[in-house]
């Protein structure tokens, strides 16, 4: 089966989420990021951080999956969706490797 690509955005509640995070919401983003560390580790995780929007900072990371319903289930356990929520697309990714 092929890899698909996905864009990820994690959009806060709030746009000032970024600079007024309470401390059980920093405990919840600190958890957000081991989480999607181990999928760095495997390669399915490509990249993913915060984008410094000035209109209001917003995460963005990009996936390598084996279907969209994989996706699904690797957003639904992160533990930022209790604060924040999630939209994704696909993506049609250009590696290294095909360039050149």
Known sequence: ??????AVKLNPRRPDFAQTM?????????EHVLYWKQYVDQGIMLVF???MD???V??????????E???KELLK???ATTINDYEYHPML???SDQIG
């Open 1 to 6: 089966m092929d890899t698909l690509y996905f």
């Open 69 to 71: 319903a994989e996706l």
């Open 77 to 79: 356990n992160d533990p």
């Open 54 to 56: 000035p209109k209001g």
């Open 49 to 51: 951080g915060p984008v």
């Open 58 to 67: 917003y995460g963005l990371g990009i996936l390598a999956v084996k279907s």
């Open 93 to 95: 990714a250009v590696l």
């Open 22 to 30: 309470t401390v059980d919401e920093r405990i919840t983003m600190s």
